[in-house]
């Protein structure tokens, strides 16, 4: 079943006025080497191909 995340990415107001501008952009870095690693990851693998597949069993 597909599943579909919405989340936040860049910083908010209160982290603006509590880190420096060199520290939320590796924050931001870090979310989003985060989230393609999670997208990556719930990506079911393809089924193999070839007259061997199962998915073609009993068809020419």
């Known amino acids: 079943m597909p599943l579909i995340v ?3 990415l860049g910083p908010d107001d ?3 006025h509590l880190w420096p501008e060199g520290v939320l952009r590796e924050m931001d870095t870090a979310k989003t080497t ?3 690693q999670l997208a990556a990851a719930s990506v079911p693998p ?3 191909a070839g007259p061997q597949s199962p998915w073609r069993r009993g068809h020419s």
Do not use: D, M, R
């Open 46 to 48: 393809a089924p193999p």
């Open 34 to 36: 985060l989230h393609a």
């Open 6 to 8: 919405i989340t936040a």
């Open 14 to 16: 209160t982290q603006s």
